[in-house]
Protein backbone atom coordinates (compact mmCIF):
# COMPACT_ATOMS: atom_id res chain seq x y z
CA UNK A 1 0.00 0.00 0.00
CA UNK A 2 1.60 3.37 -1.01
CA UNK A 3 2.25 5.91 1.37
CA UNK A 4 2.90 5.40 4.99
CA UNK A 5 -0.48 6.54 6.43
CA UNK A 6 -2.66 5.03 4.15
CA UNK A 7 -4.91 2.32 5.04
CA UNK A 8 -8.33 0.62 4.35
CA UNK A 9 -10.85 -1.60 6.14
CA UNK A 10 -13.28 -3.86 4.02
CA UNK A 11 -15.92 -6.02 5.07
CA UNK A 12 -14.18 -9.36 3.94
CA UNK A 13 -10.52 -9.06 2.30
CA UNK A 14 -10.00 -11.18 -0.99
CA UNK A 15 -7.43 -12.05 -2.76
CA UNK A 16 -6.96 -9.68 -6.52
CA UNK A 17 -7.77 -13.43 -8.45
CA UNK A 18 -10.85 -13.93 -5.68
CA UNK A 19 -12.12 -10.27 -6.66
CA UNK A 20 -11.45 -9.97 -10.20
CA UNK A 21 -13.41 -13.30 -10.65
CA UNK A 22 -16.32 -12.19 -8.46
CA UNK A 23 -16.45 -8.73 -10.77
CA UNK A 24 -16.42 -10.99 -13.61
CA UNK A 25 -19.34 -12.81 -12.75
CA UNK A 26 -21.45 -9.98 -11.71
CA UNK A 27 -20.74 -7.28 -14.20
CA UNK A 28 -19.83 -9.17 -17.62
CA UNK A 29 -19.11 -7.39 -20.56
CA UNK A 30 -19.71 -3.90 -18.82
CA UNK A 31 -16.83 -4.81 -16.72
CA UNK A 32 -14.36 -5.95 -18.94
CA UNK A 33 -11.25 -3.65 -19.86
CA UNK A 34 -12.08 -1.54 -23.36
CA UNK A 35 -9.19 -0.84 -25.75
CA UNK A 36 -8.38 1.60 -28.59
CA UNK A 37 -8.13 1.24 -32.11
CA UNK A 38 -5.60 3.01 -34.37
CA UNK A 39 -8.62 5.48 -35.99
CA UNK A 40 -9.71 6.24 -32.19
CA UNK A 41 -6.29 7.55 -31.45
CA UNK A 42 -6.18 9.56 -34.59
CA UNK A 43 -9.44 11.27 -33.47
CA UNK A 44 -7.24 11.97 -29.79
CA UNK A 45 -5.28 14.46 -31.24
CA UNK A 46 -7.22 17.12 -32.98
CA UNK A 47 -7.37 20.69 -33.53
CA UNK A 48 -7.16 22.38 -29.79
CA UNK A 49 -10.39 22.22 -28.19
CA UNK A 50 -12.26 25.58 -27.33
CA UNK A 51 -14.34 26.09 -24.57
CA UNK A 52 -17.78 26.48 -23.10
CA UNK A 53 -20.03 28.46 -23.94
CA UNK A 54 -22.62 27.52 -20.96
CA UNK A 55 -22.52 25.62 -18.15
CA UNK A 56 -24.73 23.08 -17.08
CA UNK A 57 -26.90 23.69 -13.95
CA UNK A 58 -26.68 21.45 -11.37
CA UNK A 59 -30.13 20.97 -10.06
CA UNK A 60 -28.90 17.64 -7.44
CA UNK A 61 -28.28 18.73 -3.95
CA UNK A 62 -24.39 17.72 -2.95
CA UNK A 63 -23.62 15.18 -0.09
CA UNK A 64 -21.68 17.38 2.09
CA UNK A 65 -20.87 15.01 4.69
CA UNK A 66 -19.66 12.59 2.05
CA UNK A 67 -17.36 15.85 0.77
CA UNK A 68 -16.60 16.74 4.30
CA UNK A 69 -15.35 13.13 4.78
CA UNK A 70 -12.78 13.15 1.55
CA UNK A 71 -11.63 16.48 2.50
CA UNK A 72 -10.60 14.87 5.63
CA UNK A 73 -8.87 12.15 3.77
CA UNK A 74 -11.63 9.29 4.54
CA UNK A 75 -12.82 7.76 1.40
CA UNK A 76 -16.07 5.20 2.30
CA UNK A 77 -17.70 3.32 -0.52
CA UNK A 78 -20.15 0.90 0.99
CA UNK A 79 -18.06 -1.13 3.40
CA UNK A 80 -14.88 -0.56 2.36
CA UNK A 81 -13.33 3.02 4.02
CA UNK A 82 -9.71 4.34 3.10
CA UNK A 83 -7.87 6.90 4.98
CA UNK A 84 -5.69 8.74 2.49
CA UNK A 85 -2.44 10.79 4.04
CA UNK A 86 -2.96 14.68 3.23
CA UNK A 87 -2.45 14.88 -0.04
CA UNK A 88 -2.49 11.54 -1.26
CA UNK A 89 -4.53 10.54 -4.43
CA UNK A 90 -6.15 7.65 -4.33
CA UNK A 91 -5.38 6.97 -8.30
CA UNK A 92 -1.99 6.49 -7.23
CA UNK A 93 -2.48 3.48 -4.68
CA UNK A 94 -3.89 0.04 -4.99
CA UNK A 95 -7.69 -0.27 -4.23
CA UNK A 96 -9.55 -2.49 -1.96
CA UNK A 97 -11.35 -4.00 -4.98
CA UNK A 98 -12.60 -3.74 -8.32
CA UNK A 99 -15.45 -2.70 -7.02
CA UNK A 100 -14.33 -0.07 -5.24
CA UNK A 101 -11.64 1.63 -7.84
CA UNK A 102 -15.35 1.60 -10.66
CA UNK A 103 -17.17 4.26 -8.19
CA UNK A 104 -13.62 6.01 -7.48
CA UNK A 105 -13.30 6.80 -11.40
CA UNK A 106 -17.22 7.75 -11.73
CA UNK A 107 -17.02 11.02 -10.14
CA UNK A 108 -19.98 11.03 -8.08
CA UNK A 109 -18.06 12.91 -5.19
CA UNK A 110 -16.77 15.62 -7.05
CA UNK A 111 -19.58 18.40 -6.42
CA UNK A 112 -20.11 17.27 -2.80
CA UNK A 113 -15.76 18.51 -2.48
CA UNK A 114 -17.29 21.72 -4.38
CA UNK A 115 -19.91 22.42 -2.31
CA UNK A 116 -17.66 22.96 1.07
CA UNK A 117 -16.25 26.22 -0.39
CA UNK A 118 -12.44 26.83 -1.47
CA UNK A 119 -11.00 24.24 0.43
CA UNK A 120 -13.11 21.75 -1.17
CA UNK A 121 -13.16 23.32 -4.92
CA UNK A 122 -9.27 23.51 -4.57
CA UNK A 123 -9.21 19.68 -3.56
CA UNK A 124 -11.55 18.68 -6.08
CA UNK A 125 -9.48 20.53 -8.72
CA UNK A 126 -6.50 18.64 -7.41
CA UNK A 127 -8.05 15.56 -7.56
CA UNK A 128 -8.68 15.94 -10.91
CA UNK A 129 -6.03 17.17 -12.31
CA UNK A 130 -4.25 14.45 -10.73
CA UNK A 131 -6.53 11.88 -12.63
CA UNK A 132 -5.51 13.28 -15.76
CA UNK A 133 -1.91 12.76 -14.95
CA UNK A 134 -2.69 9.03 -14.25
CA UNK A 135 -5.54 8.39 -16.85
CA UNK A 136 -6.25 11.30 -19.15
CA UNK A 137 -4.95 10.05 -21.83
CA UNK A 138 -6.47 6.61 -21.94
CA UNK A 139 -6.82 3.40 -19.37
CA UNK A 140 -9.07 0.35 -20.35
CA UNK A 141 -11.29 0.55 -17.19
CA UNK A 142 -11.68 4.22 -16.28
CA UNK A 143 -12.46 4.62 -19.63
CA UNK A 144 -15.28 1.95 -19.78
CA UNK A 145 -18.39 3.43 -21.47
CA UNK A 146 -20.90 3.42 -17.92
CA UNK A 147 -18.01 5.14 -15.63
CA UNK A 148 -16.71 7.21 -18.64
CA UNK A 149 -20.34 8.32 -19.44
CA UNK A 150 -20.86 9.18 -15.66
CA UNK A 151 -17.80 11.10 -14.90
CA UNK A 152 -18.71 13.35 -17.66
CA UNK A 153 -21.94 14.19 -16.33
CA UNK A 154 -20.21 14.55 -12.75
CA UNK A 155 -17.64 17.21 -14.41
CA UNK A 156 -20.57 18.92 -16.31
CA UNK A 157 -22.12 19.55 -12.85
CA UNK A 158 -19.46 20.88 -11.73
CA UNK A 159 -18.49 22.94 -15.22
CA UNK A 160 -17.87 26.24 -14.50
CA UNK A 161 -15.93 25.86 -10.95
CA UNK A 162 -13.76 22.99 -12.78
CA UNK A 163 -13.16 24.36 -16.25
CA UNK A 164 -13.00 28.32 -15.60
CA UNK A 165 -10.87 28.24 -12.61
CA UNK A 166 -7.26 27.73 -12.17
CA UNK A 167 -3.94 28.56 -14.28
CA UNK A 168 -3.87 28.62 -18.48
CA UNK A 169 -2.30 25.25 -17.99
CA UNK A 170 -4.40 23.62 -15.64
CA UNK A 171 -7.60 24.55 -17.48
CA UNK A 172 -6.27 23.14 -20.98
CA UNK A 173 -5.56 20.38 -19.86
CA UNK A 174 -8.80 19.64 -18.62
CA UNK A 175 -10.88 20.76 -21.13
CA UNK A 176 -8.67 18.70 -23.84
CA UNK A 177 -9.40 15.36 -21.46
CA UNK A 178 -12.86 16.15 -21.50
CA UNK A 179 -12.81 17.07 -25.44
CA UNK A 180 -11.05 13.71 -26.21
CA UNK A 181 -13.48 11.55 -23.45
CA UNK A 182 -16.32 13.04 -25.35
CA UNK A 183 -14.87 12.25 -28.42
CA UNK A 184 -14.48 8.30 -27.21
CA UNK A 185 -18.00 8.44 -25.54
CA UNK A 186 -19.28 9.25 -29.09
CA UNK A 187 -17.23 6.30 -30.66
CA UNK A 188 -18.51 4.17 -28.12
CA UNK A 189 -21.94 4.95 -27.15
CA UNK A 190 -23.97 2.91 -30.01
CA UNK A 191 -22.53 -0.53 -29.16
CA UNK A 192 -22.53 0.23 -25.17
CA UNK A 193 -24.44 -3.72 -24.58
CA UNK A 194 -26.30 -2.21 -21.33
CA UNK A 195 -28.94 0.85 -21.35
CA UNK A 196 -27.83 2.30 -18.45
CA UNK A 197 -24.50 3.34 -19.76
CA UNK A 198 -26.66 4.03 -23.03
CA UNK A 199 -28.88 6.05 -21.60
CA UNK A 200 -26.08 8.49 -19.59
CA UNK A 201 -24.24 8.53 -23.22
CA UNK A 202 -27.02 9.97 -24.59
CA UNK A 203 -27.49 12.75 -22.22
CA UNK A 204 -23.86 13.43 -21.70
CA UNK A 205 -23.37 13.97 -25.66
CA UNK A 206 -26.56 16.46 -25.75
CA UNK A 207 -25.39 18.41 -23.22
CA UNK A 208 -22.20 18.41 -24.17
CA UNK A 209 -23.40 19.96 -28.01
CA UNK A 210 -25.36 22.76 -25.68
CA UNK A 211 -22.15 23.19 -23.38
CA UNK A 212 -19.44 23.70 -26.21
CA UNK A 213 -22.09 25.74 -28.91
CA UNK A 214 -21.02 22.39 -31.10
CA UNK A 215 -24.20 22.95 -33.30
CA UNK A 216 -23.12 19.94 -36.32
CA UNK A 217 -23.97 16.79 -33.43
CA UNK A 218 -26.59 18.77 -31.75
CA UNK A 219 -29.23 17.48 -34.12
CA UNK A 220 -28.04 13.86 -33.83
CA UNK A 221 -27.50 14.19 -29.64
CA UNK A 222 -31.19 15.39 -29.68
CA UNK A 223 -32.37 11.96 -31.29
CA UNK A 224 -30.65 9.71 -30.10
CA UNK A 225 -31.92 10.97 -26.15
CA UNK A 226 -35.28 10.63 -28.13
CA UNK A 227 -35.31 6.91 -28.76
CA UNK A 228 -33.81 6.50 -25.45
CA UNK A 229 -36.85 8.06 -23.43
CA UNK A 230 -38.55 6.07 -25.51
CA UNK A 231 -37.18 2.82 -25.11
CA UNK A 232 -36.47 2.91 -21.32
CA UNK A 233 -39.21 5.21 -19.82
CA UNK A 234 -42.86 3.21 -19.68
CA UNK A 235 -46.16 5.65 -20.48
CA UNK A 236 -46.78 6.28 -16.64
CA UNK A 237 -43.22 7.53 -16.00
CA UNK A 238 -41.60 4.68 -14.82
CA UNK A 239 -38.36 3.57 -16.44
CA UNK A 240 -38.19 0.44 -17.51
CA UNK A 241 -36.32 -1.32 -14.82
CA UNK A 242 -39.04 -0.21 -12.43
CA UNK A 243 -36.45 0.96 -9.71
CA UNK A 244 -37.44 4.32 -8.38
CA UNK A 245 -33.87 5.47 -7.56
CA UNK A 246 -33.19 4.96 -11.35
CA UNK A 247 -36.24 7.12 -12.15
CA UNK A 248 -35.50 10.00 -9.83
CA UNK A 249 -31.59 10.23 -11.63
CA UNK A 250 -33.31 10.20 -15.01
CA UNK A 251 -35.78 12.97 -14.20
CA UNK A 252 -32.92 15.07 -12.42
CA UNK A 253 -31.02 14.46 -15.76
CA UNK A 254 -33.66 15.81 -17.35
CA UNK A 255 -34.29 18.52 -15.47
CA UNK A 256 -31.16 19.78 -15.52
CA UNK A 257 -30.58 19.87 -19.88
CA UNK A 258 -34.00 21.31 -20.02
CA UNK A 259 -32.67 24.33 -18.22
CA UNK A 260 -29.39 24.47 -19.50
CA UNK A 261 -31.45 24.57 -22.94
CA UNK A 262 -33.36 27.60 -21.76
CA UNK A 263 -30.05 29.78 -20.78
CA UNK A 264 -28.27 28.73 -24.10
CA UNK A 265 -31.76 30.03 -26.05
CA UNK A 266 -32.08 26.69 -27.59
CA UNK A 267 -35.49 25.09 -28.13
CA UNK A 268 -36.48 22.18 -25.58
CA UNK A 269 -37.49 18.90 -27.69
CA UNK A 270 -41.28 18.37 -27.62
CA UNK A 271 -39.92 14.57 -25.39
CA UNK A 272 -39.07 16.93 -22.57
CA UNK A 273 -42.74 18.36 -21.83
CA UNK A 274 -43.83 14.32 -22.61
CA UNK A 275 -41.96 12.97 -20.04
CA UNK A 276 -40.72 15.10 -17.29
CA UNK A 277 -44.45 15.53 -15.56
CA UNK A 278 -44.98 12.09 -15.86
CA UNK A 279 -41.52 11.03 -14.54
CA UNK A 280 -42.59 13.51 -11.56
CA UNK A 281 -45.77 11.74 -10.67
CA UNK A 282 -43.80 8.16 -10.56
CA UNK A 283 -40.98 9.67 -8.26
CA UNK A 284 -44.19 11.04 -5.75
CA UNK A 285 -45.95 8.01 -6.39
CA UNK A 286 -42.44 6.29 -4.43
CA UNK A 287 -42.01 8.82 -2.08
CA UNK A 288 -42.45 7.89 1.33
CA UNK A 289 -43.50 10.16 4.58
CA UNK A 290 -39.75 10.54 5.35
CA UNK A 291 -39.48 12.34 2.22
CA UNK A 292 -37.18 9.30 0.67
CA UNK A 293 -37.92 6.33 -1.81
CA UNK A 294 -39.53 2.92 -1.45
CA UNK A 295 -36.41 0.57 -2.76
CA UNK A 296 -38.05 -1.48 -5.55
CA UNK A 297 -35.41 -3.16 -7.84
CA UNK A 298 -32.28 -1.91 -8.11
CA UNK A 299 -33.07 1.38 -6.35
CA UNK A 300 -31.98 2.57 -2.69
CA UNK A 301 -33.75 4.88 -0.47
CA UNK A 302 -32.10 7.86 -1.50
CA UNK A 303 -31.79 11.14 0.24
CA UNK A 304 -34.61 13.10 0.71
CA UNK A 305 -33.62 16.82 -0.30
CA UNK A 306 -32.50 15.18 -3.97
CA UNK A 307 -36.31 13.30 -4.35
CA UNK A 308 -37.42 16.97 -2.80
CA UNK A 309 -35.15 18.81 -5.48
CA UNK A 310 -36.70 16.86 -8.55
CA UNK A 311 -40.51 17.33 -7.18
CA UNK A 312 -39.82 20.89 -6.86
CA UNK A 313 -38.55 21.79 -10.62
CA UNK A 314 -41.72 20.30 -11.83
CA UNK A 315 -44.01 22.53 -14.22
CA UNK A 316 -46.65 21.64 -11.48
CA UNK A 317 -47.47 19.39 -8.86
CA UNK A 318 -47.32 15.53 -9.72
CA UNK A 319 -50.12 13.73 -10.42
CA UNK A 320 -51.47 11.86 -7.61
CA UNK A 321 -52.65 7.98 -8.13
CA UNK A 322 -52.72 4.64 -6.41
CA UNK A 323 -52.10 2.56 -9.21
CA UNK A 324 -49.31 2.35 -11.63
CA UNK A 325 -50.69 0.13 -14.48
CA UNK A 326 -47.39 0.01 -17.20
CA UNK A 327 -44.80 -0.31 -14.24
CA UNK A 328 -46.90 -2.73 -12.17
CA UNK A 329 -47.58 -1.08 -8.59
CA UNK A 330 -50.50 -0.29 -6.26
CA UNK A 331 -50.37 1.75 -3.27
CA UNK A 332 -52.62 1.67 -0.28
CA UNK A 333 -53.04 4.21 1.90
CA UNK A 334 -55.25 4.83 4.74
CA UNK A 335 -54.26 7.97 7.19
CA UNK A 336 -50.53 7.72 8.23
CA UNK A 337 -50.27 3.94 7.27
CA UNK A 338 -49.16 3.82 3.33
CA UNK A 339 -48.03 -0.16 1.71
CA UNK A 340 -46.91 -0.05 -2.17
CA UNK A 341 -46.78 -4.06 -3.69
CA UNK A 342 -44.96 -5.02 -6.53
CA UNK A 343 -47.27 -6.91 -8.64
CA UNK A 344 -45.41 -6.68 -11.74
CA UNK A 345 -43.36 -8.20 -14.19
CA UNK A 346 -39.67 -7.94 -14.42
CA UNK A 347 -38.82 -6.61 -17.79
CA UNK A 348 -36.63 -9.12 -19.38
CA UNK A 349 -33.82 -8.50 -21.95
CA UNK A 350 -31.58 -6.31 -22.41
CA UNK A 351 -33.71 -4.40 -19.28
CA UNK A 352 -33.64 -6.83 -16.93
CA UNK A 353 -29.82 -7.18 -16.00
CA UNK A 354 -30.55 -5.51 -12.45
CA UNK A 355 -34.15 -6.55 -12.42
CA UNK A 356 -34.95 -8.83 -9.23
CA UNK A 357 -37.51 -11.41 -8.85
CA UNK A 358 -39.63 -9.81 -5.88
CA UNK A 359 -43.37 -10.26 -7.12
CA UNK A 360 -45.82 -9.58 -4.69
CA UNK A 361 -43.40 -7.86 -2.32
CA UNK A 362 -44.26 -5.18 -0.15
CA UNK A 363 -43.25 -1.81 1.47
CA UNK A 364 -45.28 -0.55 4.66
CA UNK A 365 -44.74 2.25 6.53
CA UNK A 366 -46.40 4.58 9.36
CA UNK A 367 -45.48 7.74 8.53
CA UNK A 368 -42.11 8.90 8.76
CA UNK A 369 -41.27 5.33 10.32
CA UNK A 370 -40.33 2.04 7.57
CA UNK A 371 -41.49 -1.13 9.18
CA UNK A 372 -41.36 -3.82 6.07
CA UNK A 373 -39.19 -3.75 3.38
CA UNK A 374 -37.38 -5.96 1.01
CA UNK A 375 -33.29 -6.22 1.53
CA UNK A 376 -33.19 -2.84 -0.63
CA UNK A 377 -30.32 -2.08 -3.13
CA UNK A 378 -27.40 0.07 -3.26
CA UNK A 379 -24.49 0.45 -6.06
CA UNK A 380 -22.17 1.51 -3.01
CA UNK A 381 -21.84 -1.87 -1.74
CA UNK A 382 -20.21 -4.65 -3.58
CA UNK A 383 -21.14 -6.53 -6.62
CA UNK A 384 -21.83 -10.14 -5.07
CA UNK A 385 -23.74 -8.11 -2.19
CA UNK A 386 -26.11 -6.67 -5.35
CA UNK A 387 -26.14 -9.54 -7.24
CA UNK A 388 -27.64 -11.63 -3.79
CA UNK A 389 -30.64 -9.35 -3.10
CA UNK A 390 -31.82 -9.37 -6.58
CA UNK A 391 -33.38 -12.97 -5.46
CA UNK A 392 -36.86 -13.79 -4.15
CA UNK A 393 -35.88 -14.87 -0.47
CA UNK A 394 -34.50 -11.40 -0.37
CA UNK A 395 -38.03 -9.19 -0.67
CA UNK A 396 -40.88 -9.31 1.77
CA UNK A 397 -42.75 -12.36 -0.36
CA UNK A 398 -43.70 -15.85 -0.42
CA UNK A 399 -40.85 -18.31 -1.52
CA UNK A 400 -41.92 -21.97 -2.96
CA UNK A 401 -39.59 -24.91 -2.63
CA UNK A 402 -36.70 -21.80 -2.45
CA UNK A 403 -37.41 -21.02 -5.77
CA UNK A 404 -37.49 -17.57 -7.69
CA UNK A 405 -40.51 -16.55 -8.94
CA UNK A 406 -39.01 -14.96 -11.94
CA UNK A 407 -36.52 -16.69 -13.98
CA UNK A 408 -33.09 -15.79 -14.43
CA UNK A 409 -31.59 -16.38 -17.60
CA UNK A 410 -28.53 -15.34 -19.13
CA UNK A 411 -28.31 -12.48 -21.52
CA UNK A 412 -25.37 -13.15 -24.05
CA UNK A 413 -24.51 -10.05 -24.97
CA UNK A 414 -23.66 -9.02 -21.50
CA UNK A 415 -23.42 -12.32 -19.91
CA UNK A 416 -25.39 -11.04 -16.92
CA UNK A 417 -28.52 -13.11 -15.75
CA UNK A 418 -31.28 -10.95 -16.84
CA UNK A 419 -34.72 -11.13 -14.65
CA UNK A 420 -37.95 -12.05 -16.23
CA UNK A 421 -41.49 -12.96 -15.23
CA UNK A 422 -43.26 -14.29 -13.09
CA UNK A 423 -45.84 -15.81 -15.52
CA UNK A 424 -49.43 -14.63 -15.11
CA UNK A 425 -49.27 -11.74 -12.77
CA UNK A 426 -52.23 -10.00 -11.95
CA UNK A 427 -54.17 -7.68 -8.88
CA UNK A 428 -57.34 -6.31 -8.62
CA UNK A 429 -58.89 -3.62 -6.66
CA UNK A 430 -61.76 -2.74 -4.59
CA UNK A 431 -62.27 0.40 -2.42
CA UNK A 432 -65.49 0.70 -0.32
CA UNK A 433 -66.40 2.79 2.67
CA UNK A 434 -62.51 3.94 2.69
CA UNK A 435 -61.89 0.19 3.04
CA UNK A 436 -59.41 -1.33 0.72
CA UNK A 437 -59.18 -4.44 -0.84
CA UNK A 438 -56.34 -6.11 -3.29
CA UNK A 439 -56.46 -9.38 -4.87
CA UNK A 440 -52.86 -10.23 -6.08
CA UNK A 441 -51.31 -13.42 -7.42
CA UNK A 442 -48.64 -14.89 -10.21
CA UNK A 443 -47.97 -18.02 -11.62
CA UNK A 444 -44.13 -18.05 -11.13
CA UNK A 445 -44.38 -22.01 -9.80
CA UNK A 446 -47.23 -23.09 -11.76
CA UNK A 447 -44.87 -24.71 -14.83
CA UNK A 448 -42.82 -26.29 -11.90
CA UNK A 449 -44.46 -26.70 -8.95
CA UNK A 450 -47.86 -26.64 -10.17
CA UNK A 451 -49.08 -23.76 -7.46
CA UNK A 452 -50.27 -20.00 -7.49
CA UNK A 453 -49.19 -17.92 -5.59
CA UNK A 454 -52.46 -15.72 -4.35
CA UNK A 455 -51.62 -12.74 -2.40
CA UNK A 456 -54.53 -10.83 -0.59
CA UNK A 457 -54.71 -7.78 1.87
CA UNK A 458 -57.01 -5.23 3.37
CA UNK A 459 -56.57 -2.19 4.94
CA UNK A 460 -59.29 -0.48 6.89
CA UNK A 461 -60.49 3.17 6.97
CA UNK A 462 -58.94 3.71 10.33
CA UNK A 463 -55.46 2.89 9.38
CA UNK A 464 -54.62 0.63 11.85
CA UNK A 465 -54.42 -2.59 10.94
CA UNK A 466 -53.16 -4.26 7.92
CA UNK A 467 -54.50 -7.79 7.44
CA UNK A 468 -53.08 -10.49 4.64
CA UNK A 469 -53.55 -14.32 3.47
CA UNK A 470 -50.91 -15.99 1.70
CA UNK A 471 -52.65 -18.86 -0.22
CA UNK A 472 -50.80 -21.57 -2.70
CA UNK A 473 -53.69 -22.77 -5.24
CA UNK A 474 -53.72 -25.47 -7.44
CA UNK A 475 -55.59 -24.17 -9.89
CA UNK A 476 -58.65 -25.93 -11.59
CA UNK A 477 -57.09 -26.50 -15.09
CA UNK A 478 -54.96 -28.21 -13.61
CA UNK A 479 -54.71 -32.48 -12.92
CA UNK A 480 -54.00 -33.41 -9.57
CA UNK A 481 -50.19 -33.84 -8.91
CA UNK A 482 -48.90 -37.20 -8.93
CA UNK A 483 -46.62 -36.66 -6.51
CA UNK A 484 -48.17 -35.75 -3.21
CA UNK A 485 -45.45 -34.82 -1.57
CA UNK A 486 -45.93 -31.75 0.67
CA UNK A 487 -43.89 -28.94 -0.95
CA UNK A 488 -42.00 -26.20 1.82
CA UNK A 489 -42.66 -22.82 1.74
CA UNK A 490 -41.45 -19.89 3.10
CA UNK A 491 -43.37 -16.10 4.01
CA UNK A 492 -40.76 -13.39 4.89
CA UNK A 493 -41.04 -10.01 5.86
CA UNK A 494 -38.01 -7.97 6.19
CA UNK A 495 -38.03 -5.04 8.75
CA UNK A 496 -36.11 -2.18 8.48
CA UNK A 497 -33.28 -1.41 10.48
CA UNK A 498 -34.80 1.46 12.64
CA UNK A 499 -37.33 -1.39 13.95
CA UNK A 500 -36.95 -3.26 16.79
CA UNK A 501 -38.71 -6.55 17.13
CA UNK A 502 -39.31 -8.42 20.22
CA UNK A 503 -40.68 -11.96 20.37
CA UNK A 504 -43.82 -12.46 22.63
CA UNK A 505 -45.89 -15.37 23.24
CA UNK A 506 -48.91 -14.29 20.55
CA UNK A 507 -47.36 -11.69 18.79
CA UNK A 508 -43.59 -9.76 17.48
CA UNK A 509 -43.88 -6.83 18.89
CA UNK A 510 -42.42 -4.29 16.47
CA UNK A 511 -40.80 -0.64 18.20
CA UNK A 512 -40.33 1.80 15.36
CA UNK A 513 -38.37 4.85 15.28
CA UNK A 514 -40.72 7.14 15.93
CA UNK A 515 -42.09 5.48 18.81
CA UNK A 516 -45.01 3.66 17.28
CA UNK A 517 -45.59 -0.03 17.97
CA UNK A 518 -47.29 -2.62 15.87
CA UNK A 519 -48.06 -6.37 16.49
CA UNK A 520 -47.59 -9.17 14.04
CA UNK A 521 -50.02 -11.74 14.51
CA UNK A 522 -50.45 -14.84 12.32
CA UNK A 523 -52.40 -17.69 12.07
CA UNK A 524 -49.87 -20.01 11.35
CA UNK A 525 -47.86 -21.45 14.24
CA UNK A 526 -43.98 -21.14 14.76
CA UNK A 527 -43.33 -17.69 13.08
CA UNK A 528 -39.84 -16.65 14.06
CA UNK A 529 -37.38 -14.20 13.35
CA UNK A 530 -34.21 -14.22 11.96
CA UNK A 531 -31.06 -12.03 10.84
CA UNK A 532 -31.51 -10.60 6.94
CA UNK A 533 -29.43 -7.80 5.31
CA UNK A 534 -30.36 -4.21 4.18
CA UNK A 535 -28.43 -2.43 1.26
CA UNK A 536 -30.58 0.51 0.52
CA UNK A 537 -28.45 3.25 2.89
CA UNK A 538 -25.52 2.57 1.19
CA UNK A 539 -23.99 -0.32 3.47
CA UNK A 540 -24.86 -3.51 4.40
CA UNK A 541 -26.52 -3.51 7.77
CA UNK A 542 -28.29 -6.91 9.67
CA UNK A 543 -32.00 -5.99 11.08
CA UNK A 544 -34.42 -8.81 11.40
CA UNK A 545 -36.66 -10.41 9.40
CA UNK A 546 -39.97 -12.41 10.65
CA UNK A 547 -40.36 -16.08 8.99
CA UNK A 548 -43.08 -18.41 8.71
CA UNK A 549 -42.48 -21.71 7.33
CA UNK A 550 -44.71 -24.47 6.06
CA UNK A 551 -45.34 -27.23 3.96
CA UNK A 552 -48.18 -26.96 1.65
CA UNK A 553 -49.81 -29.25 -0.48
CA UNK A 554 -49.71 -29.70 -4.47
CA UNK A 555 -53.36 -30.30 -4.41
CA UNK A 556 -55.15 -27.84 -2.32
CA UNK A 557 -57.00 -24.95 -3.63
CA UNK A 558 -55.44 -22.91 -1.15
CA UNK A 559 -58.62 -21.67 1.39
CA UNK A 560 -57.13 -23.52 4.38
CA UNK A 561 -54.17 -24.29 6.46
CA UNK A 562 -51.45 -25.26 5.36
CA UNK A 563 -51.76 -23.71 1.99
CA UNK A 564 -53.23 -20.64 3.66
CA UNK A 565 -51.68 -18.07 5.94
CA UNK A 566 -53.34 -15.30 7.25
CA UNK A 567 -51.58 -12.66 9.42
CA UNK A 568 -51.62 -8.93 10.44
CA UNK A 569 -49.95 -6.05 11.54
CA UNK A 570 -52.06 -4.44 13.90
CA UNK A 571 -51.28 -0.88 15.79
CA UNK A 572 -50.78 -0.89 19.28
CA UNK A 573 -52.91 1.49 21.45
CA UNK A 574 -51.12 3.84 23.75
CA UNK A 575 -52.01 2.99 27.56
Known sequence: MAGGDSQYLADKARSGP????????????????????????????????????????????????????????????????????????????????????????????????????????????ALVDSWIAQHGRFNGFSWRTDPLAARLWHWLRCGEDLFDTGSVEERAARLE????????????????????????AAVVLLVASVCLDDSLHLGQAVSRLDAECTAQILP???????????????????????????????????????????????????????????PFNDGDESRPEVVEAALSCLPGPPRRFTFAPKSG????????????????????????????????????????????????????????????????????????AGRDSGAFTLNEETRLQSASGPEGISAKRLEESDEIWLDAQHGGYKAGLGLLHRRRLFMGASGQRLTGEDSLVRPISQP????????????????????????????????????????????????????????????????????????????SDGREPPNCVRWAFVREQPA
Open 329 to 400: FQKLERHSLRLILDCGEAPGTPFGDQAHAGALGFELSDGPARIVTSCGFSSEVNVDWQAAVRRTSAHSTLIL
Open 177 to 200: CFHRQVRYLTEMADSAPDPKSRWT
Open 18 to 125: DDAALWRRFRGTAGEDVKIGVLQKLKQTPPPAHGFTFHLPDTAPPDTLRGEAILSGVWRIGMSRMTLAPGEDPWTMPLPSKHVADRLHRFAWLPDLFALGEDGAQRAR
Open 480 to 555: EAEDRKFINFEIRFHLHPTVTALMGKDAIRLICENGAVWRFKTSHEGARLERTAYLARGVVERPEQIVIAGFADPN
Open 236 to 294: DGCHVSRSPSRTLGCLLQLQALQELLDRAGQPRPDYLAKWIPRMGAMVAFFQCSDGALA
